[in-house]
């Protein structure tokens, strides 16, 4: 069975619940899906690291819309660091997502409207869930086998969900016991995933603040 071919689109699908049947997004997902169009991009020799920064090799499309529109905002500037293009227009990043693997087949977006509630709500399912289950074999296989044998995509993605806490692939108690794995899978990431888990770290820190200056 196929998968989707880009880390976006890939972690977005890991976002599924399946006791929910349905794609769970929270705060931190837009982030996540920023760190791995970044990763890709990379992956793809468009872009490099230099000193910190993005910066862009190659303005050579990839044929995917998501990529390509990042590839053109980051060639658009000087070189930034990876954080700055992290937290810029994630839910937008999101959104991109959503409506290619829509136009491709691979979800189907609902707009349901609760009685209780006046906005319409936003479903995203799954067409095929066996395509969920070979992303997470991909996961686990990362996680277990033989580090030879894990490429340098698999490696991203290991290392993008476990900093961007995907829980519906990563929970808490997996990402402990694995931590070591994940730590030198997250060394053949690339910058995003670092780069990622410290903006997540910040957010935590954020809230964090709020909660105690607010209690």
Same mark, same amino acid.
């Given at each position: 069975?196929?998968?989707?071919?880009?880390?976006?689109?890939?972690?977005?699908?890991?976002?599924?619940?399946? $006791?929910?049947?349905?794609?769970?997004?929270? &705060? $931190?997902?837009? &982030?996540?899906?920023?760190?791995?169009? /970044?990763?890709?991009?990379?992956?793809?020799?468009?872009?490099?690291?230099?000193?910190?920064?993005?910066?862009?090799?190659?303005?050579?499309?990839?044929?995917?819309?998501?990529?390509?529109?990042?590839?053109?905002?980051?060639?658009?500037?000087?070189?930034?660091?990876?954080?700055?293009?992290?937290?810029?227009?994630?839910? @937008?990043?999101?959104?991109?997502?959503?409506?290619?693997?829509? %136009?491709?087949?691979?979800?189907?977006?609902?707009?349901?409207?609760?009685?209780? /509630?006046?906005?319409?709500?936003?479903?995203?399912?799954?067409?095929?869930?066996?395509?969920?289950?070979?992303? @997470?074999?991909?996961?686990?296989?990362?996680?277990?086998?033989?580090?030879?044998?894990?490429?340098?995509?698999?490696?991203? /993605?290991?290392?993008?969900?476990?900093?961007?806490?995907?829980? %519906?692939?990563?929970?808490? @108690?997996?990402?402990?016991?694995?931590?070591?794995?994940?730590?030198?899978?997250?060394?053949?990431?690339?910058? @995003?995933?670092?780069? /990622?888990?410290?903006?997540?770290?910040?957010?935590?820190?954020?809230?964090?603040?709020?909660?105690?200056?607010?209690?």
């Amino acid at each position: 069975m196929d998968v989707p071919g880009s880390l976006p689109a890939r972690l977005y699908l890991l976002g599924y619940d399946s $006791r929910k049947e349905r794609v769970v997004t929270n &705060y $931190r997902f837009p &982030y996540l899906l920023r760190a791995a169009a /970044l990763t890709e991009l990379l992956i793809g020799g468009r872009i490099a690291d230099e000193r910190g920064k993005v910066r862009v090799v190659s303005e050579d499309p990839l044929g995917d819309p998501v990529l390509d529109d990042l590839l053109r905002q980051i060639a658009e500037g000087r070189p930034k660091p990876w954080r700055h293009w992290i937290g810029k227009d994630g839910r @937008a990043t999101v959104q991109a997502v959503r409506d290619e693997l829509e %136009t491709r087949h691979w979800v189907r977006v609902e707009l349901r409207q609760p009685v209780l /509630l006046v906005f319409n709500r936003t479903l995203v399912r799954v067409r095929d869930p066996r395509v969920v289950k070979r992303l @997470a074999a991909q996961v686990a296989s990362a996680l277990n086998g033989p580090m030879s044998r894990v490429g340098e995509r698999e490696a991203a /993605l290991v290392a993008l969900a476990a900093a961007g806490e995907l829980g %519906t692939v990563l929970p808490r @108690a997996r990402r402990k016991a694995h931590k070591q794995r994940i730590a030198e899978l997250s060394e053949r990431g690339g910058p @995003a995933a670092p780069a /990622l888990h410290k903006v997540i770290q910040q957010l935590h820190a954020t809230s964090a603040a709020a909660v105690s200056w607010g209690g």
